[in-house]
């Protein structure tokens, strides 16, 4: 069984005042998700958590009765059954990333929808699971407007997330890696990998390396002095002074499970 380490820390809402994190991880006897409910500009919806939640219980619940299933087919089957549950309306709901780790007897597998990233460390090197969809849009000036969101949310021009559209999760990114050959994984919530991604300050190798040494909290706060460096996003422009954080190593190289909340 890997080592399982884990750090969470919330955010603050659009308006800059502290909210319950929108982040939620779950760890199975095989697999870890990482879900980040995206903060709707909408009142009349659900807030983004909401869903994370529900859709990540569900995912849940359908890994331990199949833990073997594809991963595709279980998040398929997942957004399905909320949609349904809730009475949820695609394009007028809420949405969520998802990030799944699962391992079998020789394979471990990876599948990332939207923006958290999943990254894999082995034999083969680094190997990021990532979906660039919705940082390509943003940096063209693509989603200007909670409209622009809206229309290129789940179709073939825009990006892809989980929402009230099941047929979402066809467009995951996917990756599988022999056992024998993973040393670790990591999975982040973007209000972390956009210390990688933006503000350059450390590599996935280093956060691998920060990690082990002090604890994922270590990288959390390194993310969070930038950005209070940087409090009104004059340096890096982002809608939210702090995103929430979420960060999980899935170490190969040890064994046990330790949670740090």
């Not at 047929?167 to 990591?186: E, F, K, Q, Y």
Request: zero cysteines; hydrophobic letters at 40%; glycine letters at 8%.
């Amino acid at each position: 069984m890997p080592e399982i380490v884990i750090a969470e820390r919330a955010g603050v809402g659009a308006d800059g005042h502290p909210r319950p994190t929108e982040d939620h991880v779950v760890v199975l006897d095989n697999a870890v998700l990482v879900l980040d409910g995206a903060t709707s500009s909408d009142p009349s919806q659900p807030p983004g958590g909401w869903y994370a939640e529900r859709l990540a219980q569900r995912l849940a619940d359908d890994l331990r009765a199949a833990p073997e299933a594809d991963l595709t087919d279980t998040l398929t089957s997942a957004i399905a059954a909320v949609t349904d549950e809730n009475a949820l309306r695609p394009q007028q709901s809420p949405s969520s990333t998802v990030a799944a780790v699962r391992w079998l007897g020789d394979q471990v597998d990876a599948l990332v929808l939207a923006d958290s990233p999943v990254v894999g460390f082995g034999g083969f090197g680094v190997d990021v699971v990532s979906d660039d969809r919705l940082a390509r849009l943003r940096r063209r000036g693509m989603l200007q407007t909670g409209a622009d969101v809206r229309r290129r949310r789940n179709a073939h021009d825009g990006f892809w997330v989980a929402e009230a559209d099941p047929g979402a999760a066809a467009h995951a990114v996917r990756r599988s890696w022999p056992r024998a050959n993973v040393d670790a994984v990591l999975l982040a919530s973007d209000g972390v990998s956009i210390g990688v991604d933006q503000y350059e300050l450390f590599d996935w190798r280093e956060v691998l390396a920060i990690t082990r040494a002090d604890g994922p909290d270590a990288v959390l706060d390194a993310v969070r002095t930038a950005e209070k460096q940087d409090p009104d996003g004059e340096r890096w422009p982002r809608p939210k002074r702090h995103d929430d954080q979420a960060l999980v190593l899935i170490d190969f190289a040890s064994g046990g499970i330790q949670g740090l909340p």
